[in-house]
C-alpha cells in the first residue's frame, strides 16, 4: 500500500478504493486524476480539475511509461470498474502510489463535485447500447 493513500479509502484485495470527497481533497495533495474513459464518453460531462490528464482505457498500455511514478495517481471512469482493471496494470508496472476513483464519474457527480458539463452533447437513452445525444 502506498504511504500517501494510506488510511484513506477501502483497501481490499490490495487496492485502495476511494469516495470521490476523498479523492478530491487528495488532488489538492499533489495528486493527478487519470480519467481512462474513451473519447466518446467524455463528450459532455468531464472532470473540471487542474490535475487531471484524459489517457483512454484502450490506449493505456501504450501510455504507461508517460506516468510519473513519484506522483500519487487515481484513476477514474465512469463508475469504476475500468479504472480498477488499470489499477491493476499499474500496479504490475510497480506503481505503489495509486488508487481507483470507487464510483467514478457517476458518484463524483452525485456528490456535487466539480464537473464541466457540455448541454449540447449531453446523452440520453435508458441504456448504454441506446445512448444518443440530445437535439
Not at 493513500?5 to 495528486?31: C, M, Q, R, V, W
Amino acid at each position: 500500500m502506498s504511504i500517501f493513500f494510506k488510511n484513506k479509502g477501502l483497501f481490499i484485495n490490495g487496492i485502495t478504493h476511494l469516495s470521490p470527497n476523498e479523492a478530491f481533497t487528495l488532488l489538492d495533495d499533489d495528486a493527478i486524476l487519470i480519467d481512462v474513459r474513451e473519447e466518446f464518453e467524455i463528450g459532455y460531462k468531464k472532470f473540471d480539475l487542474k490535475n487531471l490528464w484524459y489517457i483512454p482505457f484502450s490506449d493505456f498500455t501504450n501510455k504507461i511509461e508517460s506516468l510519473p511514478k513519484d506522483k500519487p495517481l487515481i484513476i477514474a471512469d465512469s463508475y469504476g470498474l475500468r479504472s480498477k482493471e488499470i489499477v491493476i496494470k499499474l500496479m504490475a508496472q510497480g506503481y505503489t502510489n495509486v488508487a481507483n476513483l470507487n464510483g467514478g464519474i457517476l458518484d463524483w457527480k452525485r456528490d456535487g463535485l466539480p464537473l464541466a458539463i457540455d448541454k449540447k452533447q449531453e446523452l440520453n437513452g435508458q441504456c448504454p447500447c441506446q445512448l444518443k445525444t440530445k437535439k
